[in-house]
């Protein structure tokens, strides 16, 4: 690409790698996202506990990575822009970018963000998915403690007066709930 390629000073091509190795980077932290994800769920019909606790740690770790990747995403996409005398105060989109850009790499960084965004929906339809069945779980347990709390019509006596009465004493679960 020669510098006067579309006005874009020959350093931008650099900077045009560099966000396609970030895109790259943030296609494998989401991947990795949802097969932690996919543990996670795993792990939650295994009514496994430690396994979930070590998945959602897992799952905030790559979460970590993904914000540290999408920041430096962010500044090199800024930085492009800036080099392309894009308008101070304007949303960098790679849309936007690779419209002002040689077609060789307005291709690679399309085709890098629709990857992206392919794996990133995955993700949240995942996420989607540990949401219901968190619900799910949690409506189970209401209803289990519900019964538990409720009064037991089966340990009734006959007084010394030969009338029905409960036995004395507190109910050991109106103290969970």
């Not at 943030?26 to 097969?35: F, G, K, Q, V, W």
């Not at 540290?68 to 800036?82: E, H, N, S």
């Amino acid at each position: 690409m020669t510098a006067t390629a579309k006005n874009i000073p020959m350093p931008a091509s650099q900077s045009v790698d560099a966000l396609v190795r970030l895109l790259d980077q943030l296609i494998a932290r989401h991947e990795t996202l949802h097969t932690v994800i996919a543990d996670k769920l795993e792990a939650m019909r295994r009514s496994n506990v430690p396994a979930m606790l070590e998945a959602s740690a897992r799952e905030a770790a790559v979460a970590d990575e993904i914000l540290k990747l999408d920041q430096q995403r962010a500044t090199v996409a800024t930085d492009l822009a800036t080099r392309m005398q894009w308008p101070a105060n304007v949303t960098v989109r790679v849309r936007a970018l690779a419209a002002r850009l040689e077609p060789a790499e307005a291709k690679k960084l399309i085709d890098r963000a629709d990857v992206l965004r392919e794996k990133m929906l995955a993700v949240a339809r995942a996420n989607r998915v540990v949401e219901l069945v968190c619900k799910q779980m949690l409506q189970h347990m209401k209803a289990v403690f519900t019964d538990l709390v409720q009064p037991d019509d089966s340990n009734k006596t006959y007084s010394a007066g030969g009338g029905v009465e409960r036995p004395a004493g507190p109910q050991v679960f109106n103290t969970v709930v």
